[in-house]
T-cell receptor, first 113, second 108 residues
Framework: NAGVTQTPKFRVLKTGQSMTLLCAQD?????MYWYRQDPGMGLRLIHY???????AKGEVPDGYNVSRLKKQNFLLGLESAAPSQTSVYFC????????????FGSGTRLTVV | RKEVEQDPGPFNVPEGATVAFNCTYS??????FFWYRQDCRKEPKLLMS???SGNEDGRFTAQLNRASQYISLLIRDSKLSDSATYLC?????????FGDGTTLTVKP
């Protein structure tokens, strides 16, 4: 059971470069989320999706775009990377409804130099 | 004021000790509550949901006080393997807000 898989696990970007982080889940979950976690801080929601073809902004969406073309995949794009986007990025998924917790991927460690 | 606040700790306790963490939340309309565990450089993992009547899972007990808007996690008979950061999570309208976490170190 793979659960939630994130690729890549590590990446170093130069300022101004672009990249896409991929999240794939095999649990048939409707909801998917992208969070970032900075040292000593909690997880902050970037974007989320409540179903295939839908996306919505979270708490810190600026500088990121997302797409959910297939139910099992949720892509996070950085159009022009900045050092402030150096962080650990976690993808999560859950069934719909209030009573379910999240299943997280193992994270992507991104450094922008 | 943060939506979800936790004492960051660290809590350093000996093996076998009982330790409790509290978490307060600001949105009185919050609908569901959880505790997650996060090991160093790993992803958060769901530890347990928190119900109004309180619930227990082995050595772990979670409580919710809606009137005072706080939740708690009690760990009895601490093990070395309990060392981790514990995240309090409050869910509303399908979105979860995470606390910054409380770090626990259990020492021999």
């Amino acid at each position: 059971n793979a659960g939630v898989t994130q690729t890549p696990k590590f990446r170093v970007l130069k300022t101004g470069q672009s990249m896409t982080l991929l999240c794939a889940q095999d649990m048939n979950h409707e909801y998917m989320y992208w969070y970032r976690q900075d040292p000593g801080m909690g997880l902050r929601l970037i974007h989320y999706s409540v179903g295939e073809g839908t996306t919505a902004k979270g708490e810190v969406p600026d500088g990121y775009n997302v797409s959910r073309l297939k139910k099992q995949n949720f892509l996070l794009g950085l159009e022009s990377a900045a050092p402030s986007q150096t962080s650990v990025y976690f993808c999560a998924s859950s069934p719909p409804g209030q009573n379910y917790g999240y299943t997280f991927g193992s994270g992507t460690r991104l450094t922008v130099v | 004021r943060k939506e979800v606040e936790q004492d960051p700790g660290p809590f350093n306790v000996p093996e076998g000790a009982t330790v409790a963490f509290n978490c307060t939340y600001s949105n009185s309309a919050s609908q569901s509550f959880f505790w997650y565990r996060q090991d160093c450089r790993k992803e958060p993992k769901l530890l347990m949901s928190v119900y109004s009547s309180g619930n227990e899972d082995g050595r772990f007990t979670a409580q919710l006080n809606r009137a005072s808007q706080y939740i708690s996690l009690l760990i009895r008979d601490s093990k070395l393997s309990d060392s981790a950061t514990y995240l309090c999570v409050v869910k509303y309208a399908g979105k979860s807000t995470f606390g910054d976490g409380t770090t626990l170190t259990v020492k021999p």
